[in-house]
C-alpha cells in the first residue's frame, strides 16, 4: 500500500557510525552540503536496513559543470567507507557510445566470437571485492551517462529498477547492496547560472 509519505530519518538521531561517515565526507568535501546530506542520508537508511527491497541502496544523479566535484564525491565516499578512492566500480560512458561495446560491461553471450576473452566488468566477484563482515555495500559510478548507448540505457533501467543484471552467459548479478551514482554534464551552462558552485 502507497501512502504518498516519503521515509525520512531525522538527522540528529543517526547512528554513531553514520555521524562518522558524514563528518569524514566534510573534511574531505566543501561546498557540496545537499549531495553529502543525501549521500549519508541513503548510507543511514542502509545502516538501518529500511533501503526498499530488490532496489539498489540508492539512485543518485550529480549534474553539474566539469570541475564541480561529482566524480569526487563519489571516491570521497570510497575513501570514508573503505579507506581506498578506488574501492568503487567506474564506468566511463564514453566508452560504451555504440551498442557492441556493451559486451565489455557484461560479456558476450556464448557461442560469440571472442566469449571466453570477454572478461565483463560488472561481475558479482568485481561488486563485492571491498565487502567486509561489517559493511557489504558497493559503490557503483556511471560517469558522463549522457554520452551511453541506447544499449546501456536499456541495462541501466533494468539495474535500477530490479537491482539485477544478466551477463552474457546467463549469470545474474544482484546489485541490491550497491549505491548507484550517474554524473553527467548536461545542461551545465544552465545550472551554473542556477546553482552557485554546487551539483545539481
Not at 516519503?6 to 557510525?17: A, E, F, Q, V, W
Not at 533501503?51 to 559543470?65: D, Q
Request: hydrophobic letters at 40%.
Amino acid at each position: 500500500m502507497k501512502t504518498g509519505l516519503s521515509t525520512t530519518l531525522d538527522p540528529n538521531r543517526r547512528s554513531s557510525d553514520a555521524r562518522d561517515f558524514d563528518s569524514t565526507l566534510r573534511r574531505k568535501i566543501v561546498g557540496q552540503d545537499q549531495a553529502l546530506e543525501k549521500v549519508v542520508e541513503i548510507y543511514q537508511m542502509f545502516l538501518a536496513g529500511l533501503n526498499p527491497p530488490g532496489r539498489p541502496v540508492g539512485n543518485l544523479l550529480f549534474l553539474g559543470p566539469t570541475g564541480s566535484g561529482k566524480t569526487r564525491v563519489v571516491e570521497a565516499m570510497a575513501e570514508s567507507l573503505f579507506g581506498d578512492a578506488r574501492a568503487c566500480i567506474k564506468i566511463d560512458c564514453a566508452e560504451f557510445q555504440h551498442s557492441h561495446e556493451i559486451a565489455k560491461l557484461i560479456g558476450s553471450p556464448p557461442g560469440y566470437l571472442g566469449h571466453r576473452e570477454t572478461h565483463p566488468l560488472l561481475t558479482q566477484e568485481a561488486l563485492n571485492q571491498w565487502h567486509t563482515d561489517k559493511l557489504k555495500l558497493s559503490i557503483l559510478l556511471f560517469d558522463e551517462i549522457e554520452k551511453a548507448s541506447d544499449s546501456l540505457w536499456q541495462l541501466l533501467l533494468g539495474i535500477l529498477d530490479k537491482a539485477t543484471l544478466t551477463l552474457g552467459d546467463n549469470r545474474r548479478v544482484d546489485l541490491s547492496q550497491c549505491i548507484i551514482i550517474m554524473t553527467s554534464n548536461l545542461g551545465a551552462a544552465e545550472m551554473t547560472g542556477l546553482v552557485d558552485g554546487g551539483i545539481g
